[in-house]
């Protein structure tokens, strides 16, 4: 029988004589479709398509150097294995037999961490081998690394429907000829067969993360960097293998050292419970650019986490809800007495007029940073903590971080500016020099003019009182009149106040330096400020 076909709906058929018996296909290239028949581009989607089907495929005859040349030998040319690796028994495979296959699969890239043999027959048929491969930092670009297969024969790379999200970052081969192909992805969702080989596989992968951590803790603490994403991910992802996985998820702290979910809990819970009776866990996103604040922790006698994973901020979400009676905070959140808040407290010694006169002091210092907002605050610390510290709000900078990660309903976080709390320490000596040195310069003027403040604010507050309980038109109009001429009186006053404690502080080398030694240590000192602060540090050297 004939069949012939131009590329249109029509084609014809007949009968002919044929002397051998098989199967020609005969196909004509355009020559806009020339490189189809190059060897190369034949050889490679022979590999690809036909790499394992259980007959042999033969593309020409094996070659061999000779005489200065390639030379053709008698023996065809077999692109496949008829045998593929996942159809052997795992009782006669060696671990270097599951290396070989996968540098086979994946010539580029590195050695997999372990691997998974899936060998079903009952209630469905599934065989295959999963690698745990070690995940880059972008994720995306590991996703659809699974292929897929039915009885050998290539089907797809693309198992999204097949098994859930987070598998998808797996490496390997799976094979069933139970998995319905060519239908849409909301059917195969739908298709019972496929439920239960997305479920075995899940359990088959939690069960060997957590042989592996019962056997060999210490390779598994060893992989554990690799591994993180690829956990955190199914935790978050699949509330089944959030179950099976906490048994064998880690915690890493700053010292390098691993915990379960169960021991660190232990360790913690007396040193790390707040007021409220709610567990602290501290954490770290950057080991290096947040030593500082990392140090002041642990010499509270904390013990600060390291989560500096791309999935951490989501991840550190969901464990709060999955926590009880307990909460995260970046150790960079506040200042060190803040962190996990206890009943006693330290008694600030700045006057509220010390406060006003520093605020405006330490503002006007503040170099001009693109989308930041600083905030001046007073803390009642030991004199031996930092005279000034910067800290962002635990919320908003969380917040910021996962919109940068997921988008969506976050985005709206992404676009707001930074906002940080220069903490001023004003228990400290450098802080109490700040308030005599500006009490010696202009404590007197500044001082004069608060006073008129003072009195102009009484007269406000009795103006205001009594009008509170009329109406507009009741107000006597001198009323209204001395009224504004209070408020742009006390304004007045005012900005010549903050002019002359402005102008102490843009001479008073201290209170830059303090400034610029919080922004350093919080990697945020940079261009032209950076210089300032060098060329002012050789100065007071």
Known sequence: ?????????????????????????????????QHFVSKDEINRLLKKYCGFLPVPVAFGKQTEWKDGKEVE?????????????????????????YKNFYRKLYPMAEDPLFNIHLNVDYPFNLTGILYFPKIKNNIEIQRNK???????????????????EFLTLLHGVIDSPDIPLNVSRSYLQSDSNVKKISSHITKKVADRLD?????????????????????????????????????????????GKFFTFDEYKNIIKDSQTDKDKQLVYLYATDAEGQYSFIE?????????????????????????QKFEGARFVRVDSDVPEKLIPQEEATELKLSDAEKDNLTTIFSSQIPNMDKANFVVSFEALSADDKPVMITQQEFMRRMKEMSQNGGGPMAFYGEMPDSY?????????????????????????????????????????????????????EIPQAEKEELEDVEKKITELRGKKDESLKGFASKNKLVSQLIDLALLSNNMLKGEALNRFVKRSIDLI
């Open 146 to 164: 699974i292929q897929l297969y039915c009885n050998q024969v290539y089907v797809t790379d693309s198992v999204e429907g097949i098994v859930p």
């Open 211 to 255: 042989e592996i951590f019962k056997t060999d803790r210490a390779s598994f603490e060893a992989k554990w960097d690799d591994l993180k994403v690829f956990i955190e991910y199914g935790m978050l992802t699949d509330e089944k293998f959030y179950d099976r996985a906490q048994k064998f998820t880690l915690l890493k702290n700053t010292d």
């Open 421 to 473: 709390n220069l903490v001023v320490n004003g228990n400290h000596s450098l802080v109490q020099r700040i308030v005599k040195d500006c009490e010696e310069e202009v404590g007197e003027s500044v001082g004069s003019v608060r006073k008129k403040m003072d009195s102009l604010e009484s007269r406000k507050a009795e103006l205001e009182k009594a009008k509170a309980d009329k109406k507009e038109e």
């Open 1 to 33: 029988m004939k069949w012939e076909c131009d590329g249109s709906p029509e084609y014809t058929l007949e009968e002919i004589d044929k002397k051998e018996r098989g199967t020609d296909i005969v196909l004509f290239i355009d020559d806009e479709n």
């Open 296 to 320: 002041a922790a642990k010499n509270k006698g904390y013990d600060v986490l390291l989560m500096d994973g791309q999935l951490d901020t989501h991840f550190i979400n969901h464990l709060e």
């Open 73 to 97: 030998k008698d023996e065809e040319n077999i692109i496949n294995d008829t045998n593929p690796l996942w159809t052997q028994s795992p009782s006669n495979l060696k671990e270097e037999d």
